[in-house]
């Protein structure tokens, strides 16, 4: 095993590394902006004048949503958020938030200011401050996905960000942080997913995707598992299935002569694109594809030892209350092995905080983000809450010691930063909806894939 510094050394290295060959792109996230994030809550503020406990009791209270309007269910999902009231406030989701909270209230005493921390799922922050931002009621800090730069600094969201201590992370973090050179927030984590293997069902891990294939289906078909390989499809989901998608020979979006990644250069209807396509339709008939498995069914399945096999991130081995490690399942973290001799490359994720351009107290927010949850021990706070491995140097490097951040660090060496260009945010729906039709059996994967490009080439167009 190699030792901690090594590893960092390694680790921090390639993946600077790819991010310079993919023009400095994340996960996370993802996103990591994928994360399954639980539902949003009220604001964290101790002078909350609603209880959470009554609203959620009021809710429960109105009829099923099959059986109310579809107008009125419409409005109250789309509620926008009011932005509490107090000098500094925060967005961030409920994983954070406990890590976040004492920290901004020692900030908030310090300098004589009130401060909030409202809770937001992580899947809903991004389009709420493009609301709430420019209307006044946004947040003067959020937490985001690297990502989600290209759409959010483009339409004059978000404020630049200067960072004394960028010495003190990772360079693919703060490359990835950065949006046509300017860094546009703090980083706090470095994520992707990775293979995880039921030690006691499987003992050895599988030099390739053949072999895991056929060990899977063996498992299922012997009676010894119900779930060949847990990676959640529901109905599709092109952040998971991104390893397993360049394996089978895809790309994503090709390079400029600078190594600047190009909108105009597609490659899901590519020769290795519908290579890729037609290998998900092989593994959807062969059984080791499940049609629309939820995150619930892949986390469960695998923690109550019924699949020997998950695709998934570290919040699916951290999670306090059906985590891997609360589940006491037998499991190793590792790469996704290859295919055909070709290299799975999952997604590779930064997050991190970020200043609104509308906020009301820029430089409290300036500070609070640069002089606070910059340092290791904010860092490793949020490691600790949330197991995903620290951006800041010395965190991680503390970090490293943990066999599952080892796992997950090694998988993602081969990784690629998921794209920040603004073209990304029209590639999510069109492809999430083309694996749902191949998993599903309604379409095959040549046709499907060629109708998500064609789409997501007019959404580009369009922009």
């Not at 006044?136 to 004059?156: C, F, K």
């Not at 599988?206 to 779930?227: F, H, I, Q, R, Y």
Request: with cysteine.
């Amino acid at each position: 095993m190699i030792t901690r510094w090594k590893f960092l050394a390694v680790l921090l290295t390639a993946f600077a590394l790819v991010a310079a060959a993919c023009g400095g792109d994340d996960e996370a996230e993802p996103a990591a902006t994928t994360e399954a994030a639980a539902e949003e809550t009220a604001t964290t503020e101790a002078m909350e004048e609603e209880p959470m406990e009554e609203e959620e009791a009021m809710e429960e209270e109105e009829p099923a949503e099959e059986e109310a309007p579809e107008d009125e269910a419409m409005e109250e999902e789309e509620a926008p958020i009011v932005r509490a009231d107090a000098d500094l406030v925060i967005w961030a989701d409920d994983t954070r938030t406990p890590v976040i909270l004492p920290l901004a209230e020692a900030f908030g005493a310090e300098n004589g200011i009130t401060v909030a921390v409202q809770e937001v799922n992580f899947g809903d922050i991004r389009d709420r401050l493009q609301t709430a931002g420019p209307a006044g009621e946004g947040p003067d800090v959020v937490i985001g996905a690297h990502d989600w730069l290209g759409q959010l600094v483009t339409s004059g969201l978000l404020a630049p960000v200067d960072l004394p201590n960028s010495a003190d992370f990772s360079a693919v973090a703060i490359e990835a942080m950065s949006y046509e050179g300017q860094l546009y927030g703090v980083p706090y984590a470095i994520e992707n997913i990775a293979l995880i293997r039921n030690v006691d069902l499987v003992p050895e891990a599988p030099a390739s995707m053949e072999e895991l294939e056929a060990t899977a289906l063996a498992l299922v078909a012997s009676g010894d598992a119900e779930v060949p390989l847990a990676i959640q499809n529901d109905p599709g989901d092109p952040f998971h299935d991104f390893p397993l998608y360049t394996a089978g020979g895809g790309y994503l979006f090709g390079q400029n002569a600078d190594g600047s990644l190009n909108p105009d250069d597609l490659g899901l209807d590519s020769e290795g694109g519908l290579a890729a396509a037609a290998q998900f339709q092989a593994w959807t008939e062969s059984g080791l594809l499940t049609p629309s498995l939820s995150y619930d069914v892949m986390i469960e399945s695998f923690g109550q030892g019924t699949a020997p096999f998950a695709i998934t991130g570290p919040w699916a081995v951290s999670d306090a209350d059906r985590g891997f490690k609360a589940t006491g399942v037998n499991y190793v973290v590792e790469p996704i092995p290859a295919l055909n001799g070709t290299t799975a490359a999952p997604f590779v994720g930064v997050q991190g905080f970020m200043v609104s351009a509308n906020a009301e107290n820029p430089l409290f927010a300036q500070t609070f983000i640069t002089e606070v949850m910059s340092t290791e021990d904010a860092q490793t706070g949020l490691f600790e809450a949330g197991g995903r491995p620290p951006a800041h140097l010395a965190a991680f490097e503390a970090a490293a010691g943990d066999p599952d951040i080892q796992g997950f660090g090694e998988a993602g060496i081969a990784g690629q930063p998921l794209p920040s260009i603004p073209a990304m945010g029209s590639v999510w729906s069109a492809w999430t909806d083309a694996y749902g039709l191949i998993l599903s059996g309604e379409s095959s994967g040549e046709e499907a894939f060629t109708n998500a490009a064609e789409q997501i080439r007019a959404l580009i167009a369009e922009g």
